[in-house]
């Protein structure tokens, strides 16, 4: 069994709309992420999702011993209820489609009120790595 790690390099933002184009949209996110509504996002966040993603990458990876690690963007939009929409990764690999699947049902915090309207844009940035045994 082959283990990973996988390290996030960006999350969250503010406001960018479905219809944008995928780089838009991770753009948008990754420019906004250090303000103060999403650094204290990711702080209420980070505790609760981190270790569902190294659990997910895991699973993704591990059962297959020729698997792209090539590292990959995965952007979506959190409603006020907490639920994904508007899912998408690239490039479109096993592994990224697995993570993909996966984050649907990640235990993601409820966004602030603020961005109940239009639903707060979240990307990852994947970068994976085999790890020695």
Not at 7 to 28: H, K, P
Not at 36 to 41: K, S
Not at 109 to 116: G, L, M
């Amino acid at each position: 069994m082959r283990r990973i790690v996988a390290i996030a390099l960006a999350v969250t933002s503010l406001g960018a709309a479905a219809a944008e184009t995928f780089d838009a949209r991770a753009q948008y996110a990754k420019a906004l992420e250090d303000t103060p509504a999403g650094q204290a996002y990711q702080d209420e966040m980070w505790p609760v999702v981190k270790p569902y993603i190294s659990d997910l990458m895991e699973r993704c990876v591990s059962d297959k011993p020729t698997s792209d690690l090539r590292s990959f963007v995965w952007v979506a939009t959190l409603t006020a209820e907490g639920k994904l929409i508007d899912i998408e990764v690239q490039p479109d690999t096993e592994v990224s489609r697995c993570f993909s699947r996966g984050m649907e049902h990640a235990p993601f915090p409820k966004p602030p009120k603020d961005f109940a309207v239009g639903g707060l844009p979240l990307t990852l940035n994947m970068r994976l790595h085999p790890m020695q045994p």
